[in-house]
Nanobody, 123 residues
Framework: VQLQASGGGLVHTGGSLRLSCEAS????????MGWFRQAPGKEREFVAA????????YYADSVKGRFTISRDNAKNTVYLQMNSLKPEDTAVYYC?????????????????WGQGTLVTVSS
């Protein structure tokens, strides 16, 4: 599975951005698509995930109510709509996928990773 992330940029506090992650290759081998982020000097952390079968979604507490993960099956693309952005959302955002049968927030359980896309929220 190959993943291509895009959509990062610079936005002011309270603004919005939409990240995209296009999957190609053996996409049927992944059950979950997720987004992680890594701020400077911090560990990579879970943001949101989507289960292809059934459409269940999962969010970190820090983004609930502000971020929405969704998909476009025809385009094999998963989106992360980010609203009400805060300076603490500044990070490199990565999309990832895993073939496990259960949802997980642990990055080491994700087998496939895209390149990161930088999101900067200015105060």
């Amino acid at each position: 599975v190959q993943l291509q992330a895009s959509g990062g940029g610079l936005v002011h506090t309270g603004g919005s951005l939409r990240l995209s992650c296009e999957a190609s290759g053996r996409t049927f081998s992944s059950n979950y698509m997720g987004w992680f982020r890594q701020a400077p000097g911090k560990e990579r952390e879970f943001v949101a995930a989507f289960r292809w079968s059934g459409g269940s979604t999962y969010y970190a507490d820090s983004v609930k109510g502000r971020f929405t993960i969704s998909r476009d099956n025809a385009k094999n693309t998963v989106y992360l709509q980010m609203n009400s952005l805060k300076p603490e959302d500044t990070a490199v955002y990565y999309c990832a996928a895993h073939s496990g049968i259960y949802h997980t927030i642990h990055r080491y359980e994700y087998q496939y990773w895209g390149q990161g896309t930088l999101v900067t929220v200015s105060s």
